[in-house]
Nanobody
Framework: QVQLVESGGGLVQAGGSLRLSCVAS????????MGWYRQAPGKQREVVAT???????NYADSVNGRFTISRDNAKKTVTLQMNSLKPEDTAVYYC?????????????????WGQGTQVTVSS
């Protein structure tokens, strides 16, 4: 079974920094695009940043220049460095990945979510 587990959330003052990490585990053949999403209370889940297997990155306008996404393919991890945090960054942050897993001799593609980690930025 494939799992994504996030860590690194918490409470920080405005202007501060946090680093989120996500590790994938299970019978994984390959990991394609990985990303971070967030959902604030009463709002829809939105994309924060994504990174392809070739390290091409995309950021939401609201975080561009403040957040940096990176990945370590050998460790099956994706990291989100968040700087200059604002109260409006407060949300549950979710890791997401497109993963090919092995089921016997068969490769099965799927999209997976982590359980989420809370980030709270106080003013």
């Amino acid at each position: 079974q494939v799992q994504l587990v996030e860590s690194g959330g918490g409470l920080v003052q405005a202007g501060g920094s946090l680093r989120l990490s996500c590790v994938a585990s299970g019978n994984i053949f390959s990991i394609n695009t990985m990303g971070w999403y967030r959902q604030a209370p009463g709002k829809q889940r939105e994309v924060v940043a994504t990174i392809t297997s070739g390290d091409s990155t995309n950021y939401a306008d609201s975080v561009n220049g403040r957040f940096t996404i990176s990945r370590d393919n050998a460790k099956k991890t994706v990291t989100l460095q968040m700087n200059s945090l604002k109260p409006e960054d407060t949300a549950v942050y979710y890791c997401n990945a497109d993963i090919s897993k092995l089921q016997g001799p068969v490769r099965i593609n799927g999209n997976y979510w982590g359980q989420g980690t809370q980030v709270t930025v106080s003013s």
